[in-house]
Every structure is written in C-alpha cells, then in structure tokens.
C-alpha cells in the first residue's frame, strides 16, 4: 500500500472509488495514464493505482501479484487462490480510506491484476460494483456470477501474451449463470491499454446500466401495473 499512487482525491465526500492493478513485471506506474483518463471523466471519484506486493521474478525493478515461475494450468488456480485474501483485504483499505461503498467501487485489473480482481470476485460477494479485465483472465472458468456486479472485459484479438479466446470463453460461461458485462474483442490490439482502450473503458462505465438496475426498474413497473386498477 506505501507503493501505490493516488491519482485524484476530491475535497469532497468521493461519489466513486477506481482501484487500478498493474500487471506482472510492471509497477503501479503503468496504470496511470488510464487513471489519468478517468480522472478528466469523474471529477469526484477517488482514483488509485496499487502496487503489486512481491518483486518480479522476470523483470528487475518490477513486481507481481504470483510468481509465473513454474506455472502451468494445472496450478494456476492454487496460486492465484493462495494471494487472493490479500488483495481483498487491500481493496477493503481503500474503501475504507475513500469513504466509498463497494457498490460504488470499480476494480480495474491489466493482466495478472484483471485474474485477480476476477477471482476475487468469485471469493467475495459484493466486493465492488464494477470489475474491469484488461488482456486478463480467470485463473479457473466461474461457477457463478457475481451478484450485483457488472463485468467489463476488454482484450486484443493480436494479444500474444493472454490469448483472446480466455475473454470469448469466459463471456460466454458468464452470460450462460445470467451475469451482467459486456466483452470488447479488440482487432489489431495487443497485450497493451491503447488510448483507444481508455476511450472504451470510460464508453462502458457511462454507457452500460447494470443489469440489477434495470431489474428492479422494471420490477417496479411491473408491481405498479399489477396495482393499478383496469378499466
């Protein structure tokens, strides 16, 4: 937590909370210019970038949030279930901190960070509004959709690093539980957040209404017809 940067703080009560993670060999720098970018969009949310807590073990100066030594997909999932209590425990930190509810809390992830914020969302029940996976992935396909949030994935279809079709699949599990997201397969693009990415990312916070939302607007509709007298 001493490594992370905090990008914006309003004077005021946060009406948002933006908790972006980085990926492996990278630092909490990387994240900054999508911070930056949603900072000009919410003037009042409270925007982070954290700092993965162990040194890389592949690229000097930089860190991780599991060691990619090794790791194979028979043992990915025990690996990222072993770091998972910790970055909840983080994320809790800066709620706390922000003074803003997980309702209103989006969880943005590139690489390793987006399979954390996506497993740790299996973990914990409302732990935020909003997940975003950027060229990430889950460690294991889900066994549930997590309830009132909304998952945003977004991934490039030249990525060589996370191939895209772990997006497809998990988009495709994600809609057969009846979750909420949207999945942006990006052509051209490659393990990277491009500006054209950015641009999406804040299309998809303004535009898309949660599912739970809409359900409890037409839920409503529907009690009030069921009341109102006919002719």
């Known amino acids: 937590m001493s490594d992370a940067i905090i990008l914006q703080q309003p004077a005021q009560t946060a009406q948002q909370l933006l908790i972006l993670h980085h990926g492996v060999g990278a630092s909490a720098q990387h994240m900054l210019p999508l911070g930056q970018r949603l900072a000009l969009q919410f003037p009042n949310a409270f925007i982070v970038s954290v700092q993965a807590p162990s040194p890389s073990d ?66 914990q029940t409302g732990l935020a509004g909003r ?4 060229s990430g992935r889950y460690a294991q396909l889900p ?5 009132k949030t909304t998952l945003h994935f977004f991934h490039g279809k ?12 998990a988009a ?9 997201l949207t999945a942006d397969v990006i052509p051209y693009l490659g393990h990277e957040i491009t500006t054209e990415v950015m ?9 898309h209404i949660p599912k739970h939302h809409w359900d409890a607007v037409l839920q409503a509709a529907a009690q009030q017809a069921a009341a109102t007298p006919k002719p």
């Open 158 to 169: 030249s990525d060589p690093v996370v191939h895209y079709g772990h997006c497809v699949t």
């Open 58 to 123: 592949t690229q000097p100066g930089g860190a991780q949030w599991f060691s990619e030594q090794g790791l194979t997909d028979d043992n990915h999932a025990e690996r990222v279930a072993a770091v998972v209590p910790a970055f909840i425990q983080n994320l809790r930190f800066w709620q706390q901190s922000s003074g803003v509810e997980a309702s209103a809390t989006a969880v943005l992830g590139f690489g390793q960070g987006a399979t954390l914020a996506l497993e740790a969302a299996q973990v």
């Open 172 to 180: 495709q599990r994600l809609v057969a539980l009846g979750g909420d």
């Open 131 to 134: 997940i975003v996976a950027l």
């Open 199 to 207: 641009d999406l990312v804040v299309e998809r916070f303004v535009g």
């Open 143 to 147: 066994n549930h959709a997590p309830d």
